[in-house]
């Protein structure tokens, strides 16, 4: 393969020339011959919608209520507030606006605009916001100025002093609470964008280092939601709750926000991830279906037994974005009245899903499969030699929604991807010969012991069994007679094993006794991301202490 066109930087430090890849149109042309890629753009999706159902009710946030014709009005009105601002077509925008209304209604006005927004949590350190920023020559964005106790009005300041940037708006500039009705909506606007563009650039879920810039097109993004509204039979009844950060790839695409509101549906933001608002919320909206973090599915059980509001609406509590544990897998239907939907995803690409009819044994262990028939999944030892089925191995992945490259990283891509585009994703999976994906680890999560690589997912899938472990995860620490020790911990009920209880308990279940943790640490909670993944950076820091 000749090396791929590289972007230059002037003197000012912005840079010319490609900064991503897209498709070759042979092979674009080819994806939309087979149904595999979307034709319109993310605004014509909506506007579709805009057009069957004017006065049927697109989104709830708070005391906003936004039919299709509002948001659409919204949209176009936000649309030109950023064109007053100077932003043009392929300008990036940078979004960091929580579970707002406004974070939608933004979201559009960007796209339709031409411009690409750039979705960024704001749990996001200012650090790594300003690096994004900067990395993503965004030349505005829209920054709330609070969330939860977090003060993000300094980092808007230091947006502002960026050479690239004219402009950073707060939410409440984009005014979607107020209900414009001057021009009936007619949901037949133009977009300044083609659907090969690139749409949006959202970034990588890695909890080391500043995040990972990915460039995602209508085309890609837009199959990729509709192919997962489809899979998880989202259709204009559909009522999706919104309980992780909007941001996140799974609560915009899987088939979240877009997805819903692609299909007709109605998008309810809750502002916490807490069971009771989600609860009140689910009663109120009759909601159909949310999605969640495994680290959340045990205080929604638990609360689910206490609560006095109704659920019988819920259809499907899709979890995913973290490995849900077999046990508390098989908790969710019988306890929640529900159907548990696993959700194995990245923001590069791959969707994989359980069958909402499955059966509930593949349900509660396996992690689904791929989405689309144009997914391409490897399962590879060290050497990328395909391994066979039930054995574990790296899987690497190519498809019509999944990205070929970073965006303006090209030392990077040749690390990430294969030399035929497929995307080195660091999951250890197995496949079945049905071709179900079970996640067992991470290619670098595990410790060292003496030699003996312990893979931590395997035992912290041991200790969840256990019914007086509520969390639990395993890092490796520096130790001078084995290089590394293992380190467990563990979220309990009651007083919690000891190291030797689990010792008694792992090898009379036949584990090997070297997968017995070397230590065992009680803690009140397992530290999160800003998405809910348990950080396990800062638990090897914990660990070393
Ligand atoms: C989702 O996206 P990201 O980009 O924040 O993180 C992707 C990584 C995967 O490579 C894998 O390591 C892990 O998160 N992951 C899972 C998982 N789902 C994601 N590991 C085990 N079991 C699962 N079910 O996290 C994401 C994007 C779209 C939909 C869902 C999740």
Known sequence: MSSP???????????????????????????????WRERRTLSELLRAQVRSRPEHLALVAGDVRLTYADLDLHAERCADVLRTHGVQPGDRVLLCVGNRAEHVVAFYAAVRAGAVPVLVLPTLGDADVRAVAVAAEVSAAVVVERQGRRDLRDLAVSLRALPHVRAVL??????????????PPTGSGRDDADAEDLALLTLSGGTTGTPKLIPRTHADYGYNALAS??????????????????????TMVSPGIVGVLSSGGTVVLSPDPSPTTAFALVERERVTLTSLVPALVPAWLDE??????????????????????DATARRVGPELGCTLQQVFGMAEGLNCYTDPAGSPDVVC?????????????????????????????????RGPYTITGYYGARELDTVRFTADGFYRTGDVVTRSPDGDLTVVGRVKDQVNRAGEKIAAGEVEELLLARP?????AVVGAPDPHLGERSVAFLVVDGPGPTRE?????????????????????????????????????????????
């Open 5 to 35: 066109p590289r972007p230059t930087r002037d003197a000012q430090g912005l840079t010319h020339g490609p900064t991503w890849l897209p498709v070759p149109r042979t092979h674009a042309e080819h994806l939309v011959k087979r149904g």
């Open 170 to 183: 707060r939410p409440q500039d984009l005014d979607v609470r107020s209900t414009p009705r001057a021009t």
């Open 229 to 250: 509204a489809r899979a998880c039979g989202v259709g204009p009844d559909a009522v999706y709750l919104a309980v992780l950060p909007a941001a996140h790839n799974f």
């Open 304 to 325: 689910a037994r206490r609560t006095p509001a109704d659920l019988g609406s819920l259809r499907i509590l899709q979890v995913g974005g973290a490995r849900l544990d």
């Open 365 to 397: 262990t396996t992690q689904g499969r791929p989405v689309s028939p144009g997914d391409e999944v490897l399962v590879v030892d060290e050497q990328d030699r395909p391994v066979p089925d039930g054995t574990p191995g790296e899987l690497l992945t």
């Open 468 to 472: 007086d472990v509520r969390g639990a």
């Open 501 to 545: 209880d689990l010792r008694r308990d792992l090898t009379g279940r036949g584990v090997t006794a070297i997968a017995v943790p070397d230590e065992v640490r009680v803690v009140a909670g397992l530290p999160l991301t800003g998405v809910g993944k348990v950080d396990k950076q800062r638990l090897r820091a914990w660990a070393q202490a």
